[in-house]
């Protein structure tokens, strides 16, 4: 089955610096992967994600770019903020039909001020 | 549109005792699925029910089953408590529609087995 891996599994950053979080999948035929932002003690809310068919996706200072050949995805984020702090989930999924989704461990992200 | 609610939001039990939440999807959603969210294990899939149909299942034992009615809300039973089933349990809704994958989460379900 799917096996999604992300590193780093925490990540500080300065006020105004970028992040990026990486994503490896195993399974070629995954075609959907979004990632999900959750703050401490409340439900992971989707920030932003993308389809097989494309290789960037883009939404204000949020990116994610997927490469299919080596099977990873990263999200990038720039001018990070303090309420930017969070736990970051990517995620695959493979059936077109399906919600059966595979999720990395998550990044606890600081942005500190 | 009202987003996925969750009851009851806390619940602590003890070993051997069973538990049932309930998960509203979003008005519209045929979708439910649920997982479970620890520390240690991070967000696994539990299954998913679409149009009162389990069609999708992860590898969890026999004792977490779950259903859905006709109006697509949805509830997961665990039976025979253990206090490794001590987790914040979440449930997603999407339409379910073949080639749309958007879901949303609800608030969970933080059970706490004694």
């Known amino acids: 089955g799917e096996n999604v891996e992300q590193h780093p599994s925490t990540l500080s950053v300065q006020e105004g610096d970028s992040a990026v979080i990486k994503c490896t999948y195993s399974?070629?035929?995954?075609?959907?992967f979004p990632w999900y932002k959750q703050e401490l003690g409340k439900r992971p809310q989707l920030i932003i994600d993308i389809r097989s068919n494309v290789g960037e996706k883009k939404d204000q200072r949020i990116a994610v770019t997927l490469n299919k050949t080596a099977k990873h995805f990263s999200l990038h984020i720039t001018e990070t903020q303090p309420e930017d702090s969070a736990v970051y989930f990517c995620?695959?999924?493979?059936?077109?039909?399906?919600?059966?989704?595979?999720f990395g461990p998550g990044t606890r992200l600081s942005v500190l001020p | 549109k009202a987003g996925v609610t969750q009851t009851p939001r806390y619940l602590i039990k003890t070993r051997g005792q069973q538990v049932t939440l309930s998960c509203s999807p979003i008005?519209?959603?045929?979708?439910v699925s649920w997982y479970q969210q620890t520390p240690g294990q991070g967000l696994q899939f539990l299954f998913e029910?679409?149009?009162?149909?389990?069609?999708n299942k992860g590898n969890f034992p026999g004792r977490f089953s779950g259903r859905q009615f006709s109006n697509s809300r949805s509830e997961m039973n665990v039976s025979t408590l253990e206090l490794g089933d001590s987790a914040l349990y979440l449930c997603a809704s999407s339409s379910g529609t073949s080639g749309v994958n958007e879901q949303f989460f609800g608030p969970g379900t933080r059970l706490t087995v004694l």
């Open positions: 008005s519209g959603h045929r979708s």
């Open positions: 995620a695959a999924k493979t059936d077109n039909y399906g919600q059966n989704f595979v």
């Open positions: 029910y679409f149009s009162e149909t389990q069609r």
């Open positions: 399974d070629s035929a995954s075609n959907y």
